[in-house]
């Protein structure tokens, strides 16, 4: 396909494809002529992984850059899963954690494969820090059934992605399910939430129409 139908087809407009290119994060198509080049399906999956990526994920282009690098290389799984980790993760300097939270992310994960540096267990224990700053306790058991919901929802990114059966595909869904997991679960999370709070306390009034003109 020329330019203009894949960015018909994909959505995007021509600017925006010449800049995926410009940014590597999209290949260039087949010449066909001068100034002409014919494009592949794999462009047009790639031009909607990215927007994924982006739109959805909230990724930098730099961040989509080094994970759409871990799909394409030959990298083991377990490197593409830390580079997706780290692209979705802020940065955090375990100096700024108290060894207090850390010590209760570890009692939480107890008998799970965790690094030391990982980015997930940096962050929990900031967020376990900052539950003790503004005064939330733990009192039946909070922190724990969120990690026994971590290890299910991790099981499920394991078992889809055995499902795969090229290193390609593996890789993708390495980085899809990372990436879009998060806005997954934590979309779910919320419904769920209503769900559990209309079954205990009742459903919440309806509504009242707006007649604003």
Same mark, same amino acid.
């Given at each position: 396909?020329?330019?203009?139908?894949?960015?018909?087809?994909?959505?995007?407009?021509?600017?925006?494809?010449?800049?995926?290119?410009?940014?590597?994060?999209?290949?260039?198509?087949?010449?066909?002529?001068?100034?002409? %080049?014919?494009?592949?399906?794999?462009?047009?999956?790639?031009?909607?992984?990215?927007?994924?990526?982006?739109?959805?994920?909230?990724?930098?282009?730099?961040?989509?850059?080094?994970?759409?690098?871990?799909?394409?290389?030959?990298?083991?799984?377990?490197?593409?899963?830390?580079? %997706?980790?780290?692209?979705?993760?802020?940065?955090?300097?375990?100096?700024?954690?108290?060894?207090?939270?850390?010590?209760?992310?570890?009692?939480l994960?107890?008998?799970?494969?965790?690094?030391?540096?990982?980015?997930g267990?940096?962050?929990?224990?900031?967020?376990v820090?900052?539950?003790?700053?503004?005064?939330?306790?733990?009192?039946?058991?909070?922190?724990?059934?969120?990690?026994?919901?971590?290890?299910? %929802?991790a099981?499920?990114?394991?078992?889809?992605?055995?499902?795969?059966?090229?290193?390609?595909a593996?890789?993708?869904?390495?980085?899809?399910?990372?990436?879009?997991?998060?806005?997954?679960?934590?979309?779910?999370?919320?419904?769920?939430?209503?769900?559990? %709070?209309?079954?205990?306390?009742?459903?919440?009034?309806?509504?009242?129409?707006?007649?604003?003109?």
């Open positions: 396909m020329r330019m203009a139908e894949l960015s018909t087809r994909s959505g995007t407009p021509v600017a925006t494809i010449k800049y995926y290119q410009r940014e590597t994060l999209l290949a260039g198509g087949e010449r066909s002529g001068p100034n002409q %080049a014919l494009y592949a399906e794999s462009h047009l999956e790639r031009i909607r992984l990215i927007r994924g990526l982006t739109e959805v994920g909230g990724l930098s282009v730099a961040a989509v850059r080094r994970v759409l690098e871990a799909i394409d290389s030959e990298r083991s799984l377990p490197e593409t899963f830390e580079i %997706a980790q780290h692209s979705v993760s802020a940065t955090i300097d375990e100096s700024t954690v108290s060894a207090e939270a850390l010590a209760r992310v570890d009692a994960t107890a008998g799970w494969h965790v690094s030391a540096a990982n980015p267990r940096l962050a929990a224990a900031r967020v820090d900052t539950f003790a700053e503004v005064g939330q306790i733990d009192v039946r058991g909070w922190f724990d059934r969120y990690a026994a919901a971590a290890l299910l %929802a099981e499920a990114d394991i078992d889809e992605l055995d499902a795969r059966v090229d290193r390609a593996k890789g993708e869904t390495v980085v899809v399910g990372t990436v879009l997991g998060d806005k997954l679960f934590s979309g779910l999370r919320r419904a769920a939430q209503e769900h559990i %709070a209309a079954l205990r306390y009742g459903q919440p009034p309806e509504a009242a129409p707006d007649h604003t003109p």
